[in-house]
């Protein structure tokens, strides 16, 4: 069974740094790219960034490029975003998806609160 | 950036009822159109991709249709389960953009 487990969602400051992760198991880890996708309180859906399958391509929504930075291991079938400059407009529930050209397993989501 | 607009924003229903849910892009995307639902508890389910195939275990009742610019979700007969927010969206161009969501409420 595939699972996606996310996790590193915490309050922080504006302007603060902060990691999420994403384990994953359940599937070749390597074989597929990743993505996040965010949900703002009472919000829709908004993809942030994708990943692929040996991380050497990655992409990025324009009003996260340069702050936010999405990697992988795949030794640990671990996912991860490190989220720099942070903004309160970022401030969402973050989900870890396997991205096969569409979002194809979501994970149950980690919320981060930019608020100070 | 895509538009894509979905249509209504919400919809009372009835257990038994076909409902269609429609999603319109700002631009031809090719049939590169999915949906996706979303329970209260968060939880998102992916149900079909590339406009009309269903994921695996996802119910028959369930369809995709559309061409072009307009698209569609039908469930033919409301079950219990159905009652959720349903996205579209479209992978035709980067950035990937999502519907703003359809909420379907038991009448």
């Known amino acids: 069974e595939v699972q996606l487990v996310e996790s590193g969602g915490v309050l922080v400051q504006p302007g603060r740094s902060m990691k999420l992760s994403c384990a994953a198991s359940?599937?070749?880890?390597?074989?597929?790219?990743m993505a996040w996708v965010r949900q703002a309180p009472t919000k829709g859906l908004e993809w942030v960034a994708t990943?692929?399958?040996?991380?050497?391509?990655?992409y990025y929504r324009d009003s996260v490029k340069g702050r936010f930075t999405i990697s992988r291991d795949n030794a640990k079938s671990t996912l991860y975003l490190q989220m720099d400059s942070l903004r309160s407009e970022d401030t969402a529930t973050y989900y870890c998806?396997?991205?096969?050209?569409?979002?194809?397993?979501w994970g149950q989501g980690t919320l981060v609160t930019v608020s100070s | 950036d895509i538009q894509m607009t979905q249509t209504p924003s919400s919809m009372p229903a009835s257990l038994g009822e076909r409902v269609t849910i429609s999603c319109r892009a700002s631009?031809?995307?090719?049939?590169?159109l999915n949906w996706y639902q979303q329970k209260p508890d968060g939880t998102i389910k992916p149900l079909i991709y590339?406009?009309?195939n269903l994921q695996s275990g996802v119910p028959s009742r369930f369809s995709g249709s559309g061409s072009g610019t307009d698209y569609s979700l039908t469930i033919s007969s409301l079950e219990p389960e159905d009652f959720a927010m349903y996205y579209c969206?479209?992978?035709?161009?980067?950035?990937?953009?999502f519907g703003g969501g359809t909420k379907l409420e038991l009448k």
């Open positions: 590339y406009t009309s």
């Open positions: 359940g599937f070749t880890f390597s074989s597929f790219p």
């Open positions: 990943i692929s399958t040996s991380g050497g391509s990655t």
């Open positions: 631009q031809g995307i090719s049939n590169y």
């Open positions: 998806t396997i991205y096969n050209n569409w979002f194809a397993y």
């Open positions: 969206q479209q992978y035709d161009s980067s950035p990937w953009t």
